[in-house]
């Protein structure tokens, strides 16, 4: 797992994330597959290594205590330190065919995706896979080369909630009027907002 904020643990900041991802996404989904024999060997790579012994307590509390869940797992960079690049000295730990699932802001997601395809390993990217065709091009040329898989998560697409929603709205009819409802915490837009044409493409 490349990426240990929000997403991957449900850790923000100096604790709990206040969405509707408190215990995360990413790590309570392979230390699930783990316990099911579905996942041998569970790294994490973040860039302030300062963060995990709260990472570690949070996931704890959020995911092994409520769920039964081994939360265990190595870290990477060491305790205390901060190494922007510390996902290649974890990639340099696998071996070709293993997985690398990928959730940093988006002007990293080439690098990173590059780094582990050209190891050999197969990659999986949260939205966008990466900022220009470039880019874009050249990761897949790489995938190619060395017979990888890269592939692009798309949040919520498979989601049981939304899918229900479809089907229930295909018996609708012709719609003249609909209404939303955004659920996330409003402060997170501010987070989005500082994102916008830096790391990220939102505006």
């Known amino acids: 797992m490349v990426g240990s904020g929000e997403y991957t643990t449900g850790f923000v900041g100096g604790g709990a994330s206040d969405s509707d991802k408190g215990a995360g996404v990413v790590a309570l989904t392979m230390f699930d597959l783990r316990a099911k024999g579905l996942v041998g060997r569970v790294a994490m790579a973040g860039v302030n290594g300062g963060k995990f012994p709260g990472i570690?307590?949070?996931?704890?509390?959020?995911?092994?205590?409520?769920?039964?869940?081994?939360?265990?797992?190595?870290?990477?960079?060491?305790?205390?330190?901060?190494d922007p690049e510390a996902y290649k000295a974890a990639a340099d730990t696998f071996s070709r065919g293993d997985v690398a699932i990928v959730f940093t802001p988006d002007d990293t997601h080439h690098a990173i995706a590059s780094?582990?395809?050209?190891?050999g390993?197969?990659?999986?990217?949260?939205?966008?896979?990466?900022?220009?065709?470039?880019?874009?091009?050249?990761?897949?040329?790489?995938a190619t080369e060395q017979q990888v898989l890269v592939g692009v998560e798309v949040h919520k697409r498979l989601d049981p909630f939304y899918s229900d929603a479809r089907d229930r709205a295909q018996a609708?009819?012709?719609?003249?009027?609909?209404?939303?409802?955004?659920?996330?915490?409003?402060?997170?837009?501010?987070?989005?907002?500082?994102?916008?044409?830096?790391?990220?493409?939102?505006s």
């Open 56 to 82: 570690r307590k949070h996931m704890a509390r959020m995911i092994g205590e409520p769920y039964g869940l081994d939360v265990a797992c190595e870290t990477f960079p060491a305790d205390g330190t901060v």
């Open 115 to 119: 780094y582990c395809v050209a190891r």
């Open 121 to 142: 390993m197969h990659v999986l990217v949260t939205k966008p896979v990466v900022k220009t065709l470039g880019e874009h091009q050249a990761l897949a040329a790489a």
């Open 172 to 202: 609708l009819g012709g719609l003249n009027y609909m209404a939303a409802y955004m659920s996330q915490p409003k402060h997170q837009l501010e987070t989005f907002k500082a994102w916008a044409g830096k790391s990220s493409d939102i």
